[in-house]
């Protein structure tokens, strides 16, 4: 098989001594005239952070209704109408998509089962028809020979697959009313029926939500999905709506422990590439534990805390109603545990596409203080701290930040993650 490496790229230095990019690099992340972009010294290289005023990826959420009832679902907490978006929202979700270029990804998914609305297909060929990117996410039990061939017409460029368990008996754990076996043979008609070459789409993605009750079956779900020839595989950690869910967590004293606090507290391992065995395991493992900011081969394994990733990759969600929030968990209220206390998140609707164009709330200058704020990120740390009564919700911290406060976001401290 031959193997091809991306060409080396270069930026210059102009007589000025201005740092030039080139143009497709700086076209792809909104680098344009008059945009500012938040630099920072990483150990002798400099990381460029995409403008807020970039538009690069849409969450839309085309209905709230699911043929499923998942036990880690926001479903089971809250209290909200039932509706799928209609065609006239759609339609202002386009025009919006029609003024941003380039073009941002636009994702397919919320808060129920993309696939129970009707025009689906027809609305990721008419996206796909404006240039952008798209992938969408399902639990896979409706994606019969007819919607799978209806999404590779329309030119679906990933889809993702939510799998939690390896057997029939841990899957339906936790996805109840599912079968494991009927969605496996879904993904492997799609798969057999796309088009050839070597670049097959949609491509496949598996995502897994990790918990107590299934944790044990994640590697031979890694191999489920190597099977599926799956191009992509995520994990998550569970949000606990429920007091069920309390007892399911892996990251209870992840929550307290020190290597928690930010990165340039703490002295920093640097591990080469080696094989991971019964011989070096325990050592990897326990120096992962020892409080140290832990690289692998010059890569941060840890991450960063307080970072957004939705803020970083330039994202919004659009709900079913058409009410736009910066994050898909301020899409909807809901409430789930952290630590002891109960935190009910109340949601912030920056605006709505059927009143205005996406664009104009975008560019709001409330909106885009924002986004500077979340990505300064100078909120209280709830998330290791929950010293005090104001983790119970979104509204206010003791540093004085008013609503929507994130300190307590957990997909900020990367525990939570969505494709």
Request: hydrophobic share 40%; proline share 7%.
């Amino acid at each position: 098989m031959m193997v091809t490496s991306k060409p080396t790229q270069w930026a210059e230095v102009d007589e000025q001594g201005r740092l030039v990019l080139p143009p497709g690099m700086a076209a792809r992340f909104g680098l344009t005239p008059g945009a500012r972009l938040r630099l920072e010294d990483d150990d002798g290289k400099v990381r460029l952070h995409r403008p807020l005023t970039h538009l690069a990826r849409i969450y839309v959420e085309p209905t709230i209704y699911c043929n499923l009832d998942c036990i880690t679902c926001l479903r089971n907490v809250w209290d909200e109408p039932l509706g799928r978006m209609k065609p006239a929202t759609f339609d202002r979700i386009l025009e919006g998509i029609r003024a941003v270029e380039p073009r941002p990804l636009v994702f397919f998914g919320g808060i129920g089962e993309p696939l129970f609305h009707p025009q689906l297909a027809d609305m990721v060929a008419r996206t796909k028809a404006l240039g952008a990117t798209v992938e969408l996410i399902t639990n896979g039990t409706l994606l019969n020979d007819k919607k799978a061939r209806e999404l590779i017409e329309a030119g679906l460029d990933v889809i993702w697959i939510s799998i939690d368990g390896a057997t029939p008996e841990s899957y339906a754990d936790v996805r109840l009313g599912a079968e494991l076996p009927h969605v496996l043979e879904n993904i492997t008609h799609l798969r057999q029926i796309r088009p050839g070459g070597h670049h097959p789409q949609p491509k496949i993605g598996i995502a897994f939500v990790a918990m107590k009750r299934n944790i044990k079956d994640l590697p031979a779900v890694l191999n489920l999905a190597r099977r599926l020839g799956a191009s992509f595989f995520k994990v998550s950690n569970v949000l606990p709506y429920t007091e069920q869910l309390r007892t399911e967590i892996l990251y209870d004293h992840l929550l307290n422990d020190i290597a928690y606090m930010p990165s340039a507290w703490l002295p920093h391992l640097s591990l080469p590439k080696m094989e991971i065995n019964e011989d070096t395991a325990p050592a990897i493992f326990q120096a992962f534990r020892s409080g140290f900011n832990v690289s692998l081969a010059g890569h941060n394994l840890g991450g960063n805390n307080d970072v957004c990733n939705f803020v970083e990759s330039g994202a919004l969600a659009v709900g079913w109603d058409g009410g736009v929030a910066p994050c898909l968990p301020l899409l909807h209220n809901h409430s789930h545990f952290l630590k002891q206390y109960q935190r009910v998140s109340r949601r912030h609707i920056v605006g709505n596409v059927n009143q205005r164009d996406l664009l104009d709330i975008w560019h709001d200058p409330s909106y885009v203080a924002y986004r500077e704020r979340v990505q300064s990120f100078a909120f209280a740390p709830c998330t290791f701290c929950g010293g005090c009564d104001l983790i119970e919700g979104n509204e206010e911290d003791c540093l004085g930040n008013t609503f929507p406060v994130c300190g307590g976001c957990l997909w900020a401290q990367g525990v939570i993650q969505c494709p």
